[in-house]
C-alpha cells in the first residue's frame, strides 16, 4: 500500500500486476475442472519385483500417456512416484506435455520421512495457479497439501477461487499394526487441518489402502469431528465392505489384471482403494466450484469384471479398447476422476507475473487519472465496482502525462481496474475514490 499526494488531497492506492497472454474465454464445455487420482505403481521406482524389464519408464510411459490423452484432467494426483524430482520430470515432458499440449506444470517433490515413494500432484496451468505447498507430517509418509486457485474472470475483481488438494498414499496392510497406522495417518490430516485457519474447498484423494468404511482411518476422515470444514464424503456414497465384495464391483480400482506381471499385486478387480473425497463446500454449499453428480468414476471398470482382468471377456466398452489395454500394463490401480463445475469462465494462458512498471492510479474530483503507463500501448481500461458491475470500458483520454478517465456514477469507494495493451498482456490495478 502507498500514499500519494496530489495537491492538497492524499489518495491511497492499492495495486497489483498480473500479465496475460491471449485474454480469450475458453471454449464450451471446459467451464469445469476434472481430478483424477491415480497410484502409479512404482513409477521410477526399481525394486525386487519391480524391474527395469517389466515396469520401467520406457514401458509405462507410452501407456500412461494413452491412458491421460484419453481422461485429459485438469488436476492429476499420483502417488507411488519416486522422490527424485527428475522423475516427475520426465513424467511431465514424456507423458503430459506432449504432442503440442504445454500447459501441465507440477509441484515440488518433497524428501518423504522414509521410503522412496511420494505424491505429486500435476496441474494444468492455463486453468490453474499453485500458490503454496505444504504437508501433514506421518511417520510413514507425508499427506501433501496443495492450495491452488483458478484462473478466472473474476480475479480482476479481486474474488478469487481457491481449491485444495491433500495427496495421499495410506499404510498397505491387512495385519492390526497396519489398520492402526492408516488411522494414525488419518489422524494427522484431520489435526493438520484443525490448524489451517481458511474454511475453502478441499478435497483428499490418493491409496487408502482401506479394506471397508468402518475402518478406523475412513471413519476419521469422514466424520465431522471438531471441524466439519474438513469432514470429508464419499461423492457417490458407496459406503460398506468393498473387498471381495461383488456388490461393489463397479467402483472396485485394483487390480486391473488378473496375473501376469510380478511387480503388480494381481487377482482381479476386488479392491476400492482409490478415492476422491471433498468437504461440504464441494459437495453442497459452493456458490462458485461444485461437484458434477454422475462424473466420478474408476476409469476401465465396467462393473462386468469382478476378480478379472479388464480386458477379459466380457468385452469392456466403458472406454477404447487401446486406453483398457493401457490400464492393465501401466499400473495395479485403476484411475479415479470426477469433475467441479465452475460457476464463471476461464481465462487462457494465464501466468503471474510482474510488470516492469508501475502504474498510479487515483481520482481527483471524481475523475480517475492513471499516470505511468505508455498510452499508445493501451487498448482499452475497463472499470469495475466492487460487485464487479462494469462502469466503464473504453480507452479513456490523454490529458499530458495522464490518461484520464470520465465515468457517471463515479461513488465513495474501492473500484477494480483491468488495463489491456495491444500485445495482449493485461494489468490489474484498483483505486480508490475518497469523494469530494
Excluded at 496530489?6 to 471454449?27: E, K
Excluded at 509405462?60 to 516427475?88: R, Y
Excluded at 465431522?224 to 464419499?234: C, E, I, K, R, V
Excluded at 465396467?302 to 500394463?329: R, Y
Amino acid at each position: 500500500m502507498k500514499t500519494h499526494r496530489f495537491g492538497p488531497l492524499i489518495i491511497v492506492l492499492f495495486f497489483f500486476f498480473v500479465g496475460i497472454d491471449c485474454f480469450s474465454q475458453v471454449g464450451i464445455g471446459e467451464d469445469s475442472i476434472k481430478v483424477m487420482s491415480y497410484n502409479l505403481t512404482n513409477y521410477g521406482n526399481i525394486t525386487t519385483e519391480c524391474t527395469s524389464a517389466n515396469n520401467g519408464l520406457t514401458l509405462k510411459n507410452p501407456e500412461f500417456k494413452t491412458i491421460i490423452k484419453h481422461i485429459n484432467p485438469d488436476i492429476l494426483g499420483v502417488c507411488e512416484m519416486n522422490t527424485n524430482p527428475a522423475i516427475a520430470t520426465n513424467f511431465l515432458a514424456n507423458v503430459l506435455n506432449t504432442d503440442g499440449v504445454t500447459h501441465f506444470k507440477r509441484s515440488n517433490p518433497q524428501p518423504e520421512p522414509s521410503g522412496t515413494l511420494t505424491s505429486v500432484l500435476f496441474f494444468n496451468s492455463e486453468k490453474l495457479t499453485l500458490k503454496f505447498q505444504s504437508y501433514a507430517n506421518t511417520s510413514v509418509r507425508l499427506v501433501h497439501h496443495y492450495r491452488l486457485y483458478l484462473n478466472t474472470e473474476s480475479l480482476a475483481t479481486g474474488d478469487t477461487v481457491w481449491i485444495n488438494i491433500l495427496a495421499c498414499h495410506l499404510k498397505a496392510g491387512t495385519a492390526s499394526t497396519d489398520v492402526s497406522t492408516r488411522a494414525s495417518m488419518a489422524t494427522a490430516v484431520r489435526n493438520y487441518l484443525n490448524s489451517f485457519p481458511k474454511k475453502e474447498n478441499c478435497m483428499i484423494l490418493g491409496d487408502f489402502n482401506v479394506y471397508r468404511s468402518s475402518e478406523a482411518a475412513f471413519q476419521t476422515l469422514t466424520n465431522a469431528g471438531t471441524n466439519p470444514t474438513y469432514q470429508f464424503l464419499d461423492p457417490i456414497n458407496r459406503v460398506g465392505t468393498w473387498t471381495a465384495n461383488s456388490t461393489f464391483a463397479d467402483v472396485h480400482t485394483q487390480c486391473p489384471i488378473l496375473s501376469g506381471n510380478v511387480c503388480f499385486s494381481g487377482g482381479g478387480l476386488d479392491d476400492r482403494f482409490d478415492f476422491i473425497l471433498m468437504n461440504r463446500h464441494l459437495l453442497f454449499d459452493s456458490a462458485r466450484l461444485v461437484y458434477m453428480p454422475g462424473t466420478y468414476k474408476a476409469i476401465g471398470n465396467d462393473g462386468l469384471h469382478f476378480n478379472k482382468s479388464i480386458n477379459a471377456s466380457p468385452v469392456n466398452t466403458s472406454a477404447p479398447a487401446a486406453v483398457i489395454n493401457s490400464l492393465v500394463k501401466a499400473s495395479d490401480h485403476l484411475p479415479v476422476v470426477a469433475s467441479l463445475k465452475l460457476t464463471g469462465t476461464f481465462v487462457s494462458n494465464v501466468e503471474m507475473r510482474s510488470i516492469n512498471h508501475s502504474v498510479v492510479s487515483y481520482f481527483q474530483s471524481n475523475s480517475l487519472k492513471l499516470s505511468g503507463l505508455e498510452s499508445n500501448r493501451l487498448e482499452k481500461i475497463l472499470v469495475f465496482d466492487m460487485n464487479g458491475r462494469i462502469m466503464y470500458d473504453g480507452k479513456g483520454k490523454l490529458s499530458g502525462e495522464e490518461i484520464l478517465v470520465d465515468f457517471p456514477g463515479s461513488k465513495t469507494g474501492i473500484y477494480n481496474l483491468r488495463l489491456v495493451f495491444q500485445d495482449g498482456k493485461v494489468l490489474f490495478s484498483r483505486a480508490m475514490n475518497p469523494g469530494n
